[in-house]
T-cell receptor, first 109, second 113 residues
Framework: QQKVQQSPESLIVPEGGMASLNCTSSDRNVDYFWWYRQHSGKSPKMLMSIFSNGEKEEGRFTVHLNKASLHTSLHIRDSQPSDSALYLCAARGNNRIFFGDGTQLVVKP | EAAVTQSPRNKVTVTGGNVTLSCRQTNSHNYMYWYRQDTGHGLRLIHYSYGAGNLQIGDVPDGYKATRTTQEDFFLLLELASPSQTSLYFC????????????FGPGTRLTVL
């Protein structure tokens, strides 16, 4: 059973647009989320992490967390072609970390 | 930034063959992980370790053994490789505790014919 579900599977946005990615955990023990970005042919790198209710902003990237629903979202404003990548959500629960299957983002010039 | 290296970067073997994938991290991290990544899937955890001599079973351990010989070195062993183990393998390390960021190596692409 997949403990971390991401949606959509793929997303196309125009350059300069807003990309919104979602992640939900089915495990009530989850208490920490990460977002990783993986460019084609490269290894994943952490983008942002969040464990408190609310939002966190770093440049063009904003992460939201609703702990009651165990839902986190990543929003990328002013999307650039260089943001095209696989975005992986990870969640910590029961002393384990689980990754979702990712959202493939394509930003079209 | 954390440095994690993997070798080999590419490996081709035949069904039933013996394969060892190596991972080394030079940042004194306690935790190390082996993942596989297949098209349509994210990262699936094979084995992980808290420190030298320690081994924990992940979510997809069948057909894999692992050994952590030192704090720096973590090995993944496929003793009777099968085509279903054709995949991209990543090693990662993180500091103390599961709240720490994971740093990934460049990956090893394994093909089992």
């Amino acid at each position: 059973q997949q403990k971390v579900q991401q949606s959509p599977e793929s997303l196309i946005v125009p350059e300069g647009g807003m990309a919104s990615l979602n992640c939900t955990s089915s495990d009530r023990n989850v208490d920490y989320f990460w977002w990783y970005r993986q460019h084609s042919g490269k290894s994943p790198k952490m983008l942002m992490s969040i464990f408190s209710n609310g939002e966190k902003e770093e440049g063009r990237f904003t992460v939201h967390l609703n702990k009651a629903s165990l839902h986190t979202s990543l929003h990328i404003r002013d999307s650039q072609p260089s943001d095209s990548a696989l975005y992986l959500c990870a969640a910590r629960g029961n002393n384990r970390i689980f990754f979702g299957d990712g959202t493939q983002l394509v930003v079209k010039p | 930034e954390a440095a994690v290296t993997q070798s080999p970067r590419n490996k081709v073997t035949v069904t039933g063959g013996n394969v060892t994938l190596s991972c080394r991290q030079t940042n004194s991290h306690n935790y190390m992980y082996w993942y596989r990544q297949d098209t349509g899937h994210g990262l699936r955890l094979i084995h992980y370790s808290y420190g030298a001599g320690n081994l924990q079973i992940g979510d997809v351990p069948d057909g894999y053994k692992a050994t952590r010989t030192t704090q720096e070195d973590f090995f993944l062993l496929l003793e009777l490789a099968s085509p279903s183990q054709t995949s991209l393998y990543f090693c990662a390390s993180s500091g103390q505790g599961n709240y720490a960021e994971q740093f990934f190596g460049p990956g090893t692409r394994l093909t089992v014919l």
